[in-house]
């Protein structure tokens, strides 16, 4: 007889592979908004962009100087055009474009104003970012797991995103992105390599320095990434210099930018990377769990529903295992438990999803297009 609990998943994920750590060097220029969302990269890998609008796109992002692209993955955002399926050939035919004009792809793997995919799971999210990456890693400077991230995903689902990517062989910079400000938002950055910033717009000079400034503090290289709607503009050139000019820990801009140079990145290469220093001091540990649950499958036929996560989060050692699964078609619930036998429990959903209908728009916005 198969027992199949009711509200679980079925899913068990254990740390598996290393993270070899590359090194990879750049001073990232790009913009990504260009006659605000009408020629934006970002819809580079739609099967609704024509040619001739993808020739036009390359044209005057290689006219204001850029080295990078940033490109989406999926996405159903009305602003953009539609991406959403991993079709090897067109997508590496796509990429290639870029590169034999000079400009290097950076992959955005989810945006926001796509509730089609967060209603399926942050599982179906894992695997469709595994088929991007089987598809052209080769091809990518670097990625950037969400866009906006946290307006529909927790901190604790982005780093089990980025985690899962590293599991999956990526050796390249991983980004996040999240809406204006860092402040309040730290736990979102601590297994990204680069901070992507969104300062708002329509910001002063001095309000953009204290955003960026702030970001910097966090010790992680940064990207500032959107600050202007028109990044072909003399005023997004002009924002983009003075971020430059007056941050030398600042690696890149996404907003448009004039003849100033940012600081490059370096993505240290280490001679035991912190996954494989893991792996050796909690390998026996970790089969010991996995022989069990299968083991106790196996000889009851009970099918374990749920996923199960091991989260790693630094050098000393400290972890912690999350256990996840779908309340409601919108909600999923679970807990973690980390090294010195903390419990948490958390329900991830937003409010409109858990409590009905709002009244008004209660997400936020940062009025991009």
């Not at 400077?141 to 604790?156: G, I, M, Q, R, T």
Request: proline share 3%; glycine share 8%; aromatic share 10%.
């Amino acid at each position: 007889m198969r027992f199949v609990l009711g509200f679980l998943v079925a899913a068990v994920f254990l740390i598996a592979g290393n993270s070899n750590v590359g090194t990879a060097i750049a001073d990232f220029k790009s913009t990504f908004l260009i006659g605000t969302a009408d020629y934006s990269t970002l819809s580079w890998m739609s099967d609704d962009a024509s040619p001739a609008w993808r020739d036009k796109v390359l044209a005057q992002i290689q006219g204001n100087g850029d080295t990078h692209a940033d490109v989406m993955a999926r996405s159903y955002d009305k602003k953009f055009k539609t991406v959403d399926g991993v079709d090897r050939a067109s997508w590496r035919a796509r990429y290639q474009k870029l590169l034999d004009g000079g400009i290097a792809p950076v992959t955005w793997l989810i945006s926001d104003d796509s509730p089609q995919v967060y209603k399926q799971g942050l599982a179906n999210q894992i695997e469709y970012q595994n088929k991007v990456v089987d598809a052209v890693d080769d091809l990518t400077s670097h990625y950037v797991v969400c866009l906006e991230c946290d307006e529909y995903y927790s901190a604790n689902e982005v780093s089990v995103l980025i985690q899962n990517l590293r599991r999956k062989g990526v050796n390249k910079p991983i980004g996040v992105h999240l809406t204006p400000g860092m402040s309040g938002k730290e736990a979102y950055i601590k297994d990204a390599d680069i901070i992507y910033l969104q300062t708002g717009f329509d910001k002063t000079d001095d309000q953009i320095r204290e955003s960026v400034r702030y970001a910097v503090s966090l010790g992680k290289p940064v990207v500032v990434s959107e600050y202007h709607k028109e990044g072909t503009s003399e005023e997004a050139r002009r924002i983009g210099d003075l971020i430059c000019t007056e941050f030398p820990t600042v690696v890149g801009t996404g907003n448009g930018r004039g003849s100033t140079t940012c600081a490059s990145y370096a993505m240290p290469e280490e001679e035991e990377s912190k996954w494989e220093k893991f792996h050796g001091k909690y390998d026996d540990e970790l089969a010991v769990i996995m022989l069990a649950m299968i083991t106790f499958s196996a000889s009851t036929l009970i099918t374990l529903p749920f996923q199960m996560q091991y989260n790693y989060a630094n050098e000393d050692g400290a972890y912690e295992v999350l256990f996840a699964a779908p309340i409601t078609e919108t909600t999923d619930g679970g807990f973690t438990i980390n090294e010195s036998g903390r419990v948490m429990g958390f329900i991830s959903g937003t409010f409109d999803k858990l409590f009905g209908e709002p009244n008004g728009d209660t997400r936020r916005n940062s009025d991009r297009r």
